[in-house]
């Protein structure tokens, strides 16, 4: 369990969501909406603990679909799964090819299928608004952008500063583990400066608060517990979850800049950068006079 220490926001962000953007994202779920999101799901992937494929539901639709609605428009009118809905295995995938500790595997939730039903709509939502929210460091997980160009932008400045024999500090964080860091009050606390309203709120927290699993040891399933933080790695919803925390903490880094505490590069005295993200992965940028007091900063 998480400790009773924690972060809050006392300033509310710039980026917010406008009336017409909440009112589209907690509209009424729809027939369509649902198949849309089934169909989007891809057919050839390992299935949760309910055993059941994208493939055979999309055979059998005509079957299932109003089963399928009943549940889905429950969870959106209640916020609560249904019991076992919100369970997932955790598969181990190699990193490396000679894994030998724990350390060496990555962490997979394999999802029960109604679950990513629903969390596919909240992400198919949440990315029609996402890109009015998130600054332009991030490159990751938004319209329009790609994984690349943070590092494409990284490279280029780089070059810039050794063509001008500029001295620059350039300073990278990989978040080890960084979905399962997330806590879920500092979470709830970044979605509601971004302008969420509690209906939206709800639906994350009924998400993950219901969430349970069990871990994949040579194939059969330990004893399932309860999760108290993170996001799980496989759920649609993650990554634009965990994009809306890392912008907090741009949004924080800016006001030290603003107050002077940090100074980044100016391009031609008409681009300043100092930090880049993408998707788990930042950098920030400095002038090197001041590299061993910004190093203590960050």
């Not at 299932?64 to 429950?74: N, P, R």
């Not at 949440?126 to 490279?155: C, E, K, M, Y």
């Not at 949004?251 to 107050?259: E, I, N, P, Q």
């Not at 880049?276 to 950098?283: G, P, S």
Request: charged letters at 20%.
């Amino acid at each position: 369990m998480p400790g009773s220490f924690r972060i809050c926001l006392v300033e509310q962000f710039t980026n917010r969501l406008s009336s017409d953007q909440k009112e589209d994202l907690e509209r009424n779920v729809t027939l369509n909406e649902i198949k849309s999101a089934v169909w989007d799901c891809g057919t050839n992937k390992s299935p949760g603990p309910d055993g059941f494929t994208f493939e055979f539901f999309r055979r059998y639709w005509k079957f299932f679909e109003q089963d399928i609605m009943a549940i889905v428009t429950e969870f959106f009118s209640s916020g609560v799964f249904p019991s076992g809905c919100n369970f997932s295995f955790i598969a181990l995938i190699l990193k490396i090819q000679d894994a030998k500790v724990v350390y060496d595997f990555c962490p997979i939730s394999l999802i029960g299928s109604l679950y990513k039903i629903i969390t596919k709509i909240l992400s198919k939502r949440l990315s029609l608004v996402i890109s009015d929210l998130i600054t332009d460091v991030q490159s990751a997980f938004v319209t329009n952008r790609q994984i690349l160009d943070g590092p494409f932008i990284l490279n280029e400045l780089l070059s810039w500063c050794k063509h001008k024999k500029m001295k620059a500090m350039f300073f990278k964080v990989d978040f080890e583990k960084a979905f399962d860091s997330i806590r879920w009050d500092y979470l709830d606390d970044v979605v509601m400066m971004f302008g969420f309203d509690i209906k939206w709120r709800g639906w994350i927290s009924g998400c993950l608060k219901s969430a349970m699993g069990s871990v994949l040891v040579n194939g059969n399933p330990t004893t399932e517990f309860q999760f108290h933080k993170g996001l799980k790695q496989g759920d649609p919803l993650s990554p634009f979850l965990f994009i809306l925390v890392t912008e907090s903490l741009h949004l924080s880094f800016r006001r030290v800049m603003d107050a002077g505490l940090f100074s980044g590069i100016s391009i031609n005295n008409s681009l300043t950068i100092s930090n880049l993200f993408y998707a788990d992965d930042v950098v920030f940028v400095g002038s090197w006079g001041l590299a061993f007091e910004q190093k203590r900063l960050i």
